[in-house]
């Protein structure tokens, strides 16, 4: 009788387990393109190498519960019918090299769409490219002339989770027909978004390096794009956060301006409570703080950690106790019920957007944050201060967004409130990045720049040009994207400010 050929048991196991990884990993891939549009390398690379602790515990859930199931399901039928097959003495070989097949072709799959979906291309094309164009254009803050007023202004800089301008309406300059932000969109019209003459308000054109949260604030401090150079060991985010440069929250530290970061979710997450640390001595108000101190119960989390209500609650309380206190502040406001997916559906949100859940929330938030803006007016610090408010990137909602044209520039939110800058020329509508936004918050603060430019940025307030007005957008995007030897010395901590040179006596 004719023996039965059967794969030996080790290499059966050894086929399943490749199986396994194989589907977790395109299962991974899927999950992730499925959850955020835009996502970039650079994002990617990023929260590998920060800390992913504090991420929405919903979001793990999700990415958990999805990937293990199907790579489970998956190895889990083709274990049965292998060992079916051995139980009954038949060959295996052929169902063997099936699954075998099968496991290429699912690989091949996630590699092609982590290839697509990913850019994965361009990226790989600018890290073998080498280019001076970000240590040509950048302008160290510790380099140049930063002269504060004799009367410094406070300043509150409120970043709106995933807000563009994208959310009003055709005759505001957006792409929906129907205005989901008229409060927002009545804020920039009454105050400053540089519109200039144009009839339809303006925005900042968030570039690479931006376009999450964690770059979009390091950009708008910075003037600097969140670049992870790949084979780079020498900084560690849990450690310390490109050290040697200066920022916004540095500038004001050594101003005597006591600096706070206020946060409903945990602030370690993506690196944002070093960075705070690092750069400007922030005191941390965050979810876990809200714990410590009895704002909330020890379990409680809603969201990303506690909703935007109690976040605007704790606002006011906060700039209360500070304005009270004998140093100018800033403080860093950063909301979360509009974070994609979806976003967080609070009590306060009302229906006027039927079925559309995030245009609800969406429009929630632009009355929240109008509520916010007139209690500050009615505040006796509010003379004094200055107030930023931003969307930190555009959304990265896999469908709010499906209706709009390709050849629509989608930016970010724009709106500054009680400045004591002028315009050089007040009719220009300028074509920006929220790089400018950090020599330009500085500006409208009253600060006289040397210059007119720090990091990438410039003073939207100056007749200078900005880059996005004096190169072409995919010029642009193609020089942040190439490799930048400078951006490698200021990861790895050789790069020093000649400001943080001259303080540490170096």
């Known amino acids: 009788m004719k023996e039965t050929k059967v794969y030996p048991i080790w290499k059966t196991v050894l086929i399943l387990v490749l199986l396994f990884l194989v589907t977790f990993f395109t299962t991974a891939v899927a999950w992730a393109l499925c959850s955020w549009s835009m996502l970039t390398m650079d994002e990617l690379l990023w929260h590998l190498k920060a800390s992913m602790k504090g991420s929405n515990p919903d979001m793990v859930i999700s990415f958990i519960v999805i990937t ?56 790989l094309k600018g890290y073998m ?15 140049v002339a930063v002269t504060f007023p004799e009367k410094k202004r406070n300043v509150i800089v409120l970043y709106l ?11 505001s300059g957006g792409a929906f027909p129907e205005n989901v932000i008229p409060e927002l969109t009545q804020l920039a019209r009454e105050n400053e978004c540089f519109a200039g003459d144009a009839k339809v308000l303006n925005g900042g ?30 900084m560690s985010v849990n450690d310390d956060f490109l050290p040697g440069i200066m920022t916004l929250g ?25 960075y705070y640390r690092d750069h400007g001595n922030h005191e941390i108000h965050d979810y876990h703080y809200a714990i410590d101190t009895g704002r909330i119960p020890e379990d ?9 209500e109690k976040l605007f609650d704790y606002a ?5 106790e500070l304005a009270k206190g004998d140093q100018p502040f800033s403080m860093s406001i950063l909301t979360a019920d509009t974070h994609f997916e979806d976003g967080h559906l609070c009590p306060r949100c009302g229906n006027t957007f039927g079925s559309n859940r995030y245009a609800n ?14 209690w500050l007016k009615e505040q006796d610090f509010y003379q004094d201060t200055t107030i930023i408010i931003t969307g930190d990137h555009p959304t990265m909602d896999t469908d709010f967004c499906d209706d709009v044209p390709e050849s629509y520039l989608r930016k970010t939110y724009t709106c500054i409130i009680n400045s004591v800058a002028e315009a050089k020329n007040p009719a220009r509508t300028r074509v920006y990045s929220t790089f400018d936004l950090f020599p330009t918050t500085l500006a409208a603060m009253g600060v006289t720049l040397e210059g007119d430019r720090l990091g990438l940025g410039t003073n939207l307030y100056s007749d200078r040009d900005t880059l996005t007005e004096r190169y072409t957008l995919p010029d642009l995007e193609e020089k942040l994207n190439a490799r930048s030897k400078m951006m490698e010395r200021m990861y790895n901590g050789s790069y020093v400010s000649p400001a943080k040179k001259e303080s540490t006596g170096d």
């Open 129 to 143: 490219t080498v280019s001076s164009f970000i240590e040509d254009e950048y302008v160290d803050p510790g380099s």
């Open 300 to 308: 409680y989390m809603v969201w990303w950690g506690y909703e935007d």
């Open 205 to 234: 054109i968030a570039l690479p390096g931006t376009v999450w949260t964690m770059g979009a604030m390091f950009g708008t401090t910075a003037g600097l794009p969140l670049k992870t150079p790949l084979g780079q060991n020498g």
């Open 361 to 374: 929330i969406m429009n929630c938030s632009s009355g929240r944050v109008a509520e916010f803006v007139q």
């Open 68 to 123: 293990l199931g199907v790579s489970v399901l998956v190895t889990g039928i083709a274990a049965f019918l292998l060992i079916r097959s051995r139980r009954r003495k038949e060959s295996n070989i052929f169902l063997s090299r099936i699954t075998l097949g099968a496991t290429a072709a699912i690989l091949v799959g996630g590699l092609i769409a982590a290839w697509n979906g990913f850019s994965i291309g361009p990226f």
């Open 250 to 274: 540095d500038l004001l530290e050594r101003e005597g301006y006591r600096n706070r970061l206020l946060i409903g979710s945990e602030a370690i997450f993506g690196g944002r409570e070093q």
């Open 316 to 320: 006011k309380e906060e700039l209360t």
């Open 161 to 171: 989770e995933s807000m563009e301008l994208t959310f009003t309406d055709p005759e």
